[in-house]
């Protein structure tokens, strides 16, 4: 089992990222920036010769009643195609409303309308593209009106329907526990079914703690991490998400530290529970794998 972390890149952090690829597994790219761009698509390709490369979505609103436009996945087909990333993630999210953009991912009510709506999307998505996105859970200010289910249940509901695996945001969790209250939100999610992870940090906004990306991730984070890494069975790639006040490159790179020594606190955990239990490691393959 191989565990990696790496950083979202970000044009400010380009150069500190190129200086350190080799304290770098993995480099998440978000797609959008480079549809319809061809400038940009040499660029990628020229980083993704030099380091593993993943994409990352975050306007395809796979997470609403509406149809995904089909136009949006053939350019994630696209850029696919020219990439061969490792995989590819969108967030479960709605972002639009008709022709209106909200500016911003907006969690659904959590129905079974909206679950349905969402495996269909996601259905569309592994014909045209080739393969399932990961799917990512979002932080909300606002838990959702007229909602019949809690988020861990629309997950775990959401990624049975569609036969999805996770891409688990672990302070998008953490915020969404502190903010509404749901306890063992970690424990009642399918962990069999992830395979990437984002950390970061945020900030107390009133009453509320907002995911920002403008802070280092808190000690919460790494905990969660650490209990992660412990009960899933899965390689996990670990990405740095950061997306202004950045600190210097030093200080980045001990962050991916910090998230290594927790997952390898986590997976001696594991390793330490399986010789008592004499339970054999169960590795399943992930479905969101590119061909």
Same mark, same amino acid.
């Given at each position: 089992m191989t565990d990696r972390v790496g950083f979202g890149w970000r044009p400010e952090l380009a150069a500190g990222i190129l200086s350190h690829l080799d304290s770098i597994d993995v480099i998440e790219v978000i797609a959008d920036d480079y549809f319809d761009h061809p400038p940009r698509v040499r660029a990628l390709k020229t980083l993704a010769a030099q380091s593993t490369v993943v994409l990352h979505g975050i306007a395809l609103g796979m997470a609403s009643t509406s149809p995904v436009d089909p136009k949006r996945l053939v350019k994630m087909a696209r850029l696919v195609e020219q990439i061969r990333p490792e995989s590819w993630s969108e967030h479960l999210a709605f972002v639009r409303a008709g022709d209106i953009e909200i500016g911003h991912l907006a969690a659904p009510p959590r129905t079974r309308s909206t679950i349905d709506a969402t495996a269909e999307n996601l259905y569309q998505a592994r014909k045209?593209?080739?393969?399932?996105?990961?799917?990512?859970?979002?932080?909300?200010?606002?838990?959702?009106?007229?909602?019949?289910?809690?988020?861990?249940?629309?997950?775990?509901?959401?990624?049975?329907?569609?036969?999805?695996?996770?891409?688990?945001?672990?302070?998008?969790?953490?915020?969404?526990?502190?903010?509404?209250?749901?306890?063992?939100?970690?424990?009642?999610?399918?962990? =069999?079914?992830? =395979?990437?992870?984002?950390?970061?940090?945020?900030?107390?906004?009133?009453?509320?703690?907002?995911?920002?990306?403008l802070h280092d991730p808190p000690d919460p984070v790494y905990d969660l991490l650490a209990q992660l890494a412990e009960k899933c069975p899965n390689p996990l790639t670990v990405i740095l998400e950061r997306d202004g006040s950045y600190p210097p490159m030093a200080q980045l790179l001990q962050q991916l530290d910090r998230a290594r020594s927790a997952l390898k606190k986590g997976r001696h955990e594991r390793s330490q529970a399986g010789k008592i239990s004499g339970d054999p490691l169960h590795r399943p393959e992930s479905a969101c794998a590119l061909p």
């Amino acid at each position: 089992m191989t565990d990696r972390v790496g950083f979202g890149w970000r044009p400010e952090l380009a150069a500190g990222i190129l200086s350190h690829l080799d304290s770098i597994d993995v480099i998440e790219v978000i797609a959008d920036d480079y549809f319809d761009h061809p400038p940009r698509v040499r660029a990628l390709k020229t980083l993704a010769a030099q380091s593993t490369v993943v994409l990352h979505g975050i306007a395809l609103g796979m997470a609403s009643t509406s149809p995904v436009d089909p136009k949006r996945l053939v350019k994630m087909a696209r850029l696919v195609e020219q990439i061969r990333p490792e995989s590819w993630s969108e967030h479960l999210a709605f972002v639009r409303a008709g022709d209106i953009e909200i500016g911003h991912l907006a969690a659904p009510p959590r129905t079974r309308s909206t679950i349905d709506a969402t495996a269909e999307n996601l259905y569309q998505a592994r014909k045209i593209v080739g393969a399932l996105p990961l799917v990512e859970n979002i932080a909300t200010l606002i838990d959702p009106p007229a909602s019949a289910l809690d988020e861990p249940e629309w997950l775990s509901q959401t990624l049975h329907a569609s036969g999805a695996d996770m891409l688990l945001d672990l302070h998008n969790l953490y915020a969404n526990s502190i903010n509404f209250g749901i306890e063992n939100f970690l424990a009642r999610l399918p962990l =069999h079914r992830v =395979h990437a992870v984002h950390i970061s940090g945020g900030r107390i906004v009133g009453e509320r703690l907002l995911d920002d990306h403008l802070h280092d991730p808190p000690d919460p984070v790494y905990d969660l991490l650490a209990q992660l890494a412990e009960k899933c069975p899965n390689p996990l790639t670990v990405i740095l998400e950061r997306d202004g006040s950045y600190p210097p490159m030093a200080q980045l790179l001990q962050q991916l530290d910090r998230a290594r020594s927790a997952l390898k606190k986590g997976r001696h955990e594991r390793s330490q529970a399986g010789k008592i239990s004499g339970d054999p490691l169960h590795r399943p393959e992930s479905a969101c794998a590119l061909p």
